[in-house]
């Protein structure tokens, strides 16, 4: 059996760091066992439902690596869903209902107050023909729940083990709306059975329409996949996330907060497992280390924090060709590796990456408070060629003719060639400047 997953977000809004993990654990399962990934857009909401918000989550995916083998979109199969629904009224699984949504709460506030669980009551199998002639010519138009049997069921998830829900427990869910929509819990089960999907990973919130779902499977005729349930993210304070309220968005880390896309899938993909959190470069060293049986039943909780420190890490082990394409765009089209290399240590997100540029390509004002000890040491600056070598062999000159060390030495070389207390190391950065430039700064003249 070759193995098929699925991510199926619905085009409501935008997708936050809970919805990514899902589509990068999903995307793992799916690579380990050499099995395909399938995007399919849940899109029956049509009021909510927005083309660009469609648009961000395949930008999103693309940004993260998250490759989709194949792509499908619940508003193309209506036809599809009203074939099932047909079969199942005529097999006696779905049926009518007239309740409007007031007298529904009543129901279950009545239930609440005399502690019972908010079951429908069935009510509606109990109409006659003529009872629902009368509800229709009165202007009512029926919704369709599917009849459950009260049979237990029962599967072994791959995250929460053994589940079992007494079917006489569940409520009977609505699969049709009054306008005729078929709703998620329908077409989620028929798209699944359709595209012999073999696992569906989801949230926990979704462990009791499982046990829903697996009975329309059955109805359906379908084969019932193996499902895993995660721990739902939560944010650092532990409360929950939201697409509608853009709650850490995939789109605001990368485009506000510049987030390399392998910092957010080191961190999520490690994120509520027993693997500790390590920089990783590639999908594929992901891959390798992926397994859902690592997913522990704690709630993981998602720390902007520790994400950009692992972003500065993953930083200062990126060459040159990784990054090329995001300094170009920040208007550093002439950066090289050599550049790169001399002040990757110190970034924590690449467009930090234009301050170090402007300190050695841009006129600086210096720092030059001491100035006879920086004529001293700008008469011993090495002729050019330099080289990473340059550094050391200047500053042991200076030193020697001075008597200086330490920070005596180096920090009014530092604050007077880049304006700075701190930075990347001056090995790196004084051949970058450039012997007339460090002359000028040396001498306390902006260049």
Partial sequence: MSVAVRFA????????????????????????????????????????SKPEYAEG????????????????????RYGRYDEVAAALKAAGRLYPCYETPEELNLKRASLVSQGRPPIYDRAALRLTDADRARLESEGRKPHWRFKLEHTPVEWTDLVRGPVHFEGSAL???????????????????????????????RGE????????????????????????????????????LSKRLGSLSVASLREEEGIEPMALASLLAKLGTSDAIEPRLTLDELVAEFDIAKVSRATPKFDPEELLRLNARILHLLPFERVAGELAALGLDDADAAFWEAVRPNLSRVAEARDWWAVTHAPVAPAADDPAFLAEAAALL??????????????????????????????????????????????????????????????????
């Fill in 171 to 201: 409520s009977d869910p609505v699969l049709i709306r009054e306008d005729g929509r078929p709703l998620y819990t329908l077409t989620s089960v028929v798209d699944d059975a359709d595209l012999a999907i073999t696992h569906v990973i």
């Fill in 382 to 447: 090495p002729e050019e060629p330099w080289d990473l070598s340059t550094w050391g062999t200047w500053t042991g000159a200076v030193k020697a003719k001075t008597g200086r060390k330490g920070k005596d030495l180096f920090l009014p070389l530092r604050r007077a060639l880049t304006g700075r207390d701190h930075g990347p190391e001056l090995k790196n950065l004084l051949p970058l400047i450039g012997r007339t430039r460090a002359q000028k700064r040396l001498a306390g003249e902006t260049a």
């Fill in 57 to 76: 989550i395949e930008r999103d995916l693309t940004w993260l690596g998250l490759t989709w083998d194949r792509f499908a979109r619940e508003s193309d």
């Fill in 205 to 240: 919130d979704h462990v009791a329409n499982t046990a829903v779902q697996i009975q329309i499977f059955e109805a359906v005729g379908g084969v019932v996949p193996v499902f895993a349930h995660l721990p739902l993210l939560t944010d650092a304070t532990g409360q929950g």
């Fill in 9 to 48: 977000p619905s085009p409501t809004g935008l997708l936050h760091v809970g919805n990514v993990r899902l589509a990068l654990v999903n995307w793992l399962f799916a690579r380990k066992a050499g099995g395909n990934f399938l995007l399919r857009l849940d899109d029956t909401d049509e009021e909510r």
